[in-house]
């Protein structure tokens, strides 16, 4: 991700040509219906209710219901959230970063399961995921970022990672719209991308498929009650009770109020900027794969969809719940994707976007039981949500079955922070305006 110097917009300042995000035609889900109370009036009780109906709170959902756990979801719009603005990268190797060493072997192990993943969930829905195992380039435009490049090959190169060095002739014969600067690169086979929007649909309709109720109001609270999570209260009053509550709601899982602070999970939401152009015709192929690039210290990078869509992000602002399009955030963006790729310039922007990351004091997820009986965790994957799909629904699932957490998954669970140095004694607020809720792109998965 790169560093935004950006500063917010007046938020009077209506964004120019930021459009709500709306699926694909072909990954266009059947909306799932509202979940209703039994004819007794009484709320129906559920083995699990998930809290968040983003791609991270429909995988577990799915599972779950695969395992024979009565699920329900809690989302006034399931298949939204940070999904709807992502990118899809799946980039356990370019994206690595120092110090993430032992996030870097869930990234892979997701990764590998990516293709078993996708293949299951098209023959459950029959939707398309827009998955291309294309491979990922990493370039450098000057002597600095180049010499930046080496030290992370030399880096991926000590951990056994497969990256191939390239001249900066090598990189334009492989993608010959590379601007005529690119001083080298590295050429990632196993980095693939994947359509995040068409992964939410595929996902909301798979739940729905295997039986998960959807409960289509926000969350006002979780339940508890004899020191348990017992379930959630909705806005419109229903109170479905639970054996055991997964809050998986993103950027927003640390506002929902009830629970005690011990257990309040320490999320953050980090602000990117995202835009979406179209590759016409005459254009195509425009890019062979996704291509990433350091320019003077920052991160940009460009993700060819098979649609013809062309993705191009993102800014990493902290800004709190800001999810502002700003007109220095789309200008920085677009300069430094036109340093990597001159011609972009010609391609239709259609698109502007902003959405919330859910960042975690390591940057990892926050997975299984709680030190609260009934509460799991799903949440804080920050900008790897789409990546560690498949392996936190495996994660989940066993979570939900067994009481906790697979031997790989130990490092991330749930409560690791809860003795930290600064662990906050008092509940983080939720949301000021109870009536209000963030719109999808406010959201994450």
């Not at 013809?308 to 992000?313: D, K, N, Q, R, T």
Request: aromatic residues 4%; neutral net charge.
């Amino acid at each position: 991700m790169r560093a935004s110097g950006t500063t917010t917009a007046p938020a009077t300042a209506p964004p120019v040509t930021t459009t709500p995000p709306t699926a694909p035609p072909a990954a266009t889900a059947k909306a799932a219906p509202r979940a209703t109370a039994p004819p007794s009036g009484r709320p129906r009780a559920y083995d699990v209710v998930v809290v968040g109906g983003g791609i991270i709170g429909l995988v577990t959902a799915w599972r779950a219901a695969q395992q024979g756990l009565s699920t329900a979801v809690a989302d006034p719009d399931p298949g939204g959230g940070a999904a709807r603005v992502a990118a899809g990268m799946l980039a356990a190797v370019t994206e690595l970063q120092y110090g993430e060493q032992t996030l870097l072997e869930l990234n892979l192990a997701s990764a590998r399961r990516y293709p078993s993943f996708a293949e299951e969930l098209t023959e459950a829905t029959g939707l398309g995921l827009g998955y291309r195992p294309c491979g990922t380039l990493a370039v450098a435009l000057d002597s600095d970022d180049r010499a930046e490049l080496r030290e992370l090959h030399t880096f991926q190169r000590s951990l056994g990672l497969e990256a191939q060095w390239l001249t900066g002739r090598e990189c334009r014969r492989l993608e010959p719209m590379l601007a005529p600067g690119v001083r080298g690169g590295l050429r990632v086979d196993g980095d693939h991308q994947i359509d995040p929007r068409r992964l939410a649909c595929a996902l909301l309709k798979a739940a729905e498929r295997a039986g998960v109720a959807f409960l289509r109001e926000p969350v006002e609270r979780i339940t508890v009650a004899r020191d348990r999570a017992e379930g959630v209260v909705l806005r419109d009053g229903a109170a479905p009770a639970a054996g055991r509550v997964v809050l998986a709601a993103g950027s927003l899982s640390g506002r929902i109020a009830g629970l005690p602070p011990r257990v309040v999970p320490p999320v953050r939401p980090v602000k990117g900027q995202v835009l979406r152009l179209r590759i016409p015709p005459a254009y195509a192929p425009f890019l062979s794969r996704t291509v990433r690039a350091v320019v003077r210290g920052g991160h940009v990078y460009l993700v060819p969809r098979e649609n013809g869509e062309l993705v191009v992000g993102a800014t990493s602002e902290e800004l709190g719940w800001d999810t502002t399009v700003t007109a220095g955030g789309v200008y920085e963006l677009l300069r430094d994707a036109h340093e990597l790729v001159p011609g972009i310039t010609e391609l239709p922007l259609v698109e502007t976007l902003a959405g919330l990351r859910p960042g975690s004091p390591d940057n990892a997820p926050l997975l299984g039981p709680t030190e609260l009986p009934g509460l799991l965790l799903a949440t804080g994957h920050h900008r790897n949500g789409v990546l560690l799909t498949p392996v936190t629904g495996d994660v989940m699932a066993h979570a939900l079955t067994h009481g906790g957490l697979p031997p790989y998954a130990e490092p991330f669970a749930a409560g690791r922070f809860a003795d930290a140095p600064g662990a906050p004694d008092t509940p983080l607020p939720h949301a000021p305006v109870p009536h209000e809720r963030p719109s999808p792109q406010e959201q994450t998965a």
